[in-house]
């Protein structure tokens, strides 16, 4: 990488970056959380492009993943409910703010009580991964990550069976 300043270097991508961030919202505090993870994440392999003729290519590429990904975290986050008790989320999610905490905390102590391995392949499915990003991720095989899957879920729609209105 030689004599580049990084600060410098990215300081001259900011407005290239906002103007990326800017296709996938116009929320400023989304757009500067986009640039910012952008960065942190082209920081891991700069020294192999900051020569390299297709560099904004390949911060665009890293700006969209994070785009996607947290689309992903942010949709399963919003279906959670369903997702466990494939229910019609209408006839059991309250607008009373206590009663979601309370079901919220619930949720969150059956996922603790997976075992360690079992609830970290399960938050990498409701972050979004495909079974087989998790299986490469996790170097196991696929159809044991989908078998997994499906038990933990199994195991929790049955300590949650008090919140199945269906």
């Known amino acids: 990488m030689g004599n580049v300043n990084l600060n410098v270097f990215f300081q001259e991508k900011r407005q290239l970056l906002s103007h990326f961030a800017s296709q996938f919202t116009s929320d400023y505090d989304e757009k500067e959380d986009l640039i910012q993870e952008t960065y942190l994440r082209a920081l891991k392999s700069i020294h192999d492009f900051i020569n390299d003729p297709k560099l904004v290519t390949w911060l ?56 360690t391995e079992n609830a970290e392949i ?12 998790i299986a490469e991720l996790l170097q196991v095989p696929e159809g044991t990550i989908k078998s997994r899957i499906h038990m933990t879920r199994k195991a929790l729609q049955q300590k949650l069976k008090m919140y199945d209105h269906a």
């Open 60 to 115: 665009y590429v890293i700006m969209k993943n994070v785009y996607i990904n947290q689309y992903r975290k942010e949709k399963r986050k919003n279906v959670i409910y369903d997702y466990f008790l494939h229910a019609d989320s209408s006839a059991y999610i309250s607008t009373n703010l206590s009663e979601n905490k309370m079901i919220n905390e619930d949720i969150q102590k059956a996922i603790d009580s997976l075992s």
């Open 122 to 133: 399960f938050r990498l499915h409701l972050d979004g991964y495909k079974y087989h990003e």
